[in-house]
């Protein structure tokens, strides 16, 4: 099955500095990748995906980016501010039903 | 507007007592899946279903159970609660299929279950 990395685990960042979370996947068959925000206390928020046939999507502040040959994708936060203060999970889709998480990224902004 | 909703945002129960986690979505959503989350472990995938009356175990089914009578409603069952079933557990929902399928999970506010 599909096998999902996510690395850093923890990230602290200075306000107003960018943020990037990477992960990896196994299988290239993969082909739709979500990120998920989780704030304390609730659960995961669909922030922002990405499909197997585009390379980049942005949205405001955040964007992602899919390399599939080396079969990478990456958050980018910029100008964080506090409030973006959360967990962030990477996923990737494989098939027509089931994502596979990442292990999940600690985000901290520090004022 | 919440779409995925979890009975309860806190339970408490002792050890070898059955417990039902009760989730309902308003989307119309095919699939529906329970996840536990502990930390440094991530989301861990226990059960799934694509439809009524159907399940499908995921990576770590062993001591739940799941039920699936209508569309909107999944309940995961843990037979014989135990202390190492202390977790946040998280229900999920989506489209079926490729396309639909594309838009990944809606996820319910989870139930931080604690066995004593």
């Known amino acids: 099955g599909e096998n999902v990395e996510q690395h850093p685990s923890t990230l602290s960042v200075q306000e107003g500095d960018s943020a990037v979370i990477k992960c990896t996947y196994s299988?290239?068959?993969?082909?739709?990748f979500p990120w998920y925000k989780q704030e304390l206390g609730k659960g995961p928020q669909l922030i922002i995906d990405i499909r197997s046939n585009v390379g980049e999507k942005k949205d405001q502040r955040i964007a992602v980016t899919l390399n599939k040959t080396a079969k990478h994708f990456s958050l980018h936060i910029t100008e964080t501010q506090p409030e973006d203060s959360a967990v962030y999970f990477c996923a990737a889709k494989t098939g027509a039903n089931n994502l596979f998480f990442g292990t999940g990224t600690r985000l901290t902004v520090i004022p | 507007d919440v779409k995925v909703t979890q009975s309860s945002r806190y339970l408490v129960k002792r050890t070898g007592e059955k417990v039902f986690l009760e989730c309902v979505q308003d989307?119309?959503?095919?699939?529906m899946f329970w996840y536990r989350q502990d930390p440094g472990l991530g989301l861990r995938l226990i059960y799934f279903s694509y439809d009524v009356k159907m399940k499908e175990k995921g990576d770590i089914p062993e001591g739940y159970s799941v039920s699936r009578e209508k569309k909107e409603r999944f309940s995961l069952i843990l037979e014989s609660a135990s202390t190492n079933q202390t977790s946040m557990y998280l229900c999920?929902?989506?489209?079926?299929?490729?396309?639909?399928?594309?838009?990944?999970?809606?996820f319910g506010s989870g139930t931080r279950l604690t066995v004593v």
């Open positions: 299988d290239s068959a993969s082909n739709y």
């Open positions: 999920a929902s989506s489209f079926s299929g490729q396309g639909r399928g594309d838009y990944g999970y809606t």
């Open positions: 989307m119309d959503h095919e699939n």
